[in-house]
């Protein structure tokens, strides 16, 4: 099962009732954090997942309202006790940005271990438990959007286990561990489980205009997680020049892209009312709702 917390849904500034605009996953008991704007610290704090645990963090791009929030976190993270190395991955230059934001913080009980997104960086990263992929979306500056796919196992075989003799002692080590030996001879999953099954996940997006390649990304995902930074479909010329997203922009995406459901997120300060414009993303997407700070869900395995 992934838990997935939308911990803020505001873009450019915190307002006294809006977060910034941060996903928080949670996996096994392990956390990955995308983006951490002021304040991100706080409202993590009123989810209750707790500090230590995160072992990532993901930048979309290098905003203010993006990352300005990471030097409190880091210490956050260091007070709960974390020793383990935490993983930081963003585009290029990550690690002269946060060396700045660590002026401030710059004593941590933990070391950083950081991954920069460029042309060689591998299009899938495995930290722990989350397996990570990412594409370029289209801001005013080099931006990223993320998913995150959990896989499942196909299912075992008993009968495959029987025919090819496979001792029934090491029939659970071979389904958790991939291989076993017994007597000498080694057996492996291959032999005995089936193909792959319809694993979680998510995408995260923020801070783009609606270009194709994000929906061959975004394909049939259980979340999509998008900015919809204006409501009113007038504010369109805004959105093409600042390089954000409309509602209906954003409806069009996970319509394209068949997805289980979409939460817009990203508000502007200047949208307090977003309830007064849903309608012009339910009407293109039906299962389209409104991010709200710390709104959250787990997602399980298909039957």
């Known amino acids: 099962m992934l838990d997935i917390c939308l911990l803020g849904t505001g873009g450019m500034m915190p307002m006294p009732d809006r977060f910034l605009t941060s996903m928080l996953a949670r996996l096994n008991g392990r956390l990955l954090l995308i983006d951490c704007g002021e304040g991100t610290q706080v409202t993590m704090k009123l989810l209750g997942w707790g500090f230590k645990a995160v072992d990532v963090i993901c930048f979309t791009h290098f905003h203010a309202d993006h990352i300005s929030g990471l030097p409190g976190m880091l210490l956050a993270i260091g007070n709960a006790g974390r020793t383990e190395p935490l993983t930081l991955i963003g585009g290029a230059g990550l690690q002269y940005v946060v060396e700045g ?44 959007a993320y998913r995150i796919d959990v896989p499942r196992k196909g299912k075992f075989d008993p009968e495959r286990a029987l025919q090819q003799n496979i001792p029934k002692v090491i029939w659970s080590k071979l389904q958790k561990e991939g291989i076993a030996y017994y007597e000498g ?14 694993g979680i996940s998510v995408v995260y997006c923020t801070d783009s205009r609606p270009v194709d390649r994000l929906i061959p990304f975004a394909k049939k995902v259980d979340l999509f997680i998008c900015e919809g930074m204006y409501g009113e479909e ?47 993303a339910t009407k293109i997407f039906e299962k389209t709702v409104l991010g709200e700070d710390r709104k959250t869900i787990s997602i399980a395995f298909e039957e």
Not at 126 to 137: C, G, K, P, Q
Not at 185 to 198: C, F, L, N, P, W
């Open 234 to 280: 007038e504010k369109k010329q805004k959105a093409i020049q600042k390089k954000h997203m409309l509602f209906s922009e954003a409806a069009r995406l996970a319509k394209q892209a068949e997805v289980q459901q979409l939460w817009l997120t990203h508000f502007s300060p200047s949208l307090l009312e977003p309830e007064l414009y849903l309608e012009n």
């Open 101 to 144: 934001l660590r002026r401030i913080a710059p004593e941590l009980p933990y070391p950083l271990k950081y991954i920069e997104l460029k042309e060689d960086t591998p299009n899938v990263i495995e930290v722990n438990d989350f397996r990570i992929s990412y594409t370029l979306a289209d801001h005013m500056v080099k931006c990223y």
């Open 185 to 198: 001879k080694e057996y492996t999953s291959d032999m005995v489980m089936g193909a792959e099954r319809k």
